[in-house]
């Protein structure tokens, strides 16, 4: 069963950045996505990629947030610039094999204003 943990999150002023990191213990062949589960809110989508590096995101994160993916390293990337308060949640690392979802334990990003 694969494993995903996420790092990088903590603490930053509005307009800050912050770089999230997944580590996957294994060979991922299928799309990697960032998710956040804010104060209150539902789980959403932030980006995905796919393994040859197309990607997807999320309307309210699009042209700040950076998705990427090291295929030799199985580790997939979230770079956060321009970060608002809105921007605080967990950020959880996803994957799906055989139908079903894998999740890594989370990463707290706290964006104050």
């Known amino acids: 069963q694969v494993q995903l943990v996420e790092s990088g999150g903590g603490l930053v002023q509005t307009g800050g950045s912050l770089r999230l990191s997944c580590a996957a213990s294994?060979?991922?062949?299928?799309?990697m996505g960032w998710y956040r589960q804010g104060p209150g809110k539902q789980r959403e989508l932030v980006a995905e990629?796919?393994?040859?590096?197309?990607?997807n995101y999320a309307d309210s994160v699009q042209g700040r947030f950076t998705i990427s993916r090291d295929n030799a390293k199985n580790t997939v990337y979230l770079q956060m610039n321009s970060l608002k308060p809105e921007d605080t949640a967990v950020y959880y690392c996803?994957?799906?094999?055989?139908?079903?979802?894998?999740w890594g334990q989370g990463t707290r990003v706290t964006v104050s204003s």
């Open positions: 996803n994957t799906m094999i055989g139908g079903r979802n894998h």
């Open positions: 294994g060979t991922i062949f299928n799309a």
């Open positions: 990629i796919t393994r040859g590096g197309n990607t």
